[in-house]
């Protein structure tokens, strides 16, 4: 049933956790969430080895969206109610809504939403980047849509094991290309013996340390 945003214990307007309105944004930032966890590894650690459309203009302007989109997020989760499992009743004073998302995920929303790269030296960039893998874990919001849904309980469990297989399929995606970032930094050719090179220090040089004839 469609419900409208209520007055809140500041008079303020805050959303209902159980509306139309928060149903639909949790599964648009859990699609953007889904986008990232496919981009973002690729970005941070194929880095120029990865595919030119990752580097593309295109993409750096749907990433630039995704990151306002997520810091609005935040801004919906500080004025979105929540259900108080210990008094079984829905939580509308803001300053509990707003302690409980500080003591909760806002450490992870915040840090993954924010493009702190822009701020910092090129020189440790990349590692300011890593911070954007915390945007993967917002995919965990999949679980509480299930979980809150009324769909019977037999198709819940359905997906939740659904959820489970993507989200090791997301793990396996992140190591693989963790990976492959290992292997391209420590890789380096060594040709093999040659016999007429024997007992010279040619016979080890290899194709990263200056031996770039096309016919090697």
């Known amino acids: 049933m469609k419900q409208a945003p209520i007055e809140a214990s500041d008079g303020k307007i805050i959303f209902r956790y159980s509306s139309e309105f928060i149903k639909y944004w949790q599964l648009m930032v859990i699609v953007f969430a889904i986008y990232n966890s496919v981009t973002i590894p690729i970005a941070i650690f194929y880095g120029e080895h990865g595919p030119s459309v990752i ?9 630039a969206m995704v990151d306002f989109i ?10 979105t109610t929540y259900l108080d499992t210990d008094l079984g ?7 509990k809504i707003a302690i409980r998302y500080l003591r909760g995920s806002f450490a ?3 840090a993954s939403s924010v493009p702190f790269s822009v701020f910092v030296p090129a020189s440790i960039e990349n590692a300011v980047n ?34 489970m297989a993507f989200e090791l399929l997301v ?3 992140v190591l693989a290309t963790i990976w492959f970032m290992l292997v391209v930094d420590a890789e380096k ?28």
């Open 89 to 95: 009743k829905e939580e509308t004073d803001t300053h």
């Open 130 to 163: 890593i911070l954007g893998l915390l945007k993967l874990l917002r995919i965990q919001r999949l679980s509480v849509a299930v979980t809150s849904s009324n769909l019977p309980q037999g198709i819940k469990v359905y997906l939740k094991i659904l959820m």
């Open 171 to 173: 793990v396996m995606h």
């Open 55 to 63: 580097s593309s203009n295109q993409i750096a302007f749907v990433d």
């Open 189 to 216: 050719w060594v040709q093999n013996m040659d016999f007429m090179y024997n007992g010279e220090e040619t016979a080890y040089q290899g194709y990263f340390e200056g031996d770039e004839a096309w016919w090697r």
């Open 70 to 79: 997520f810091l609005i997020d935040i801004i919906i989760t500080f004025r």
């Open 108 to 110: 992870f929303d915040f």
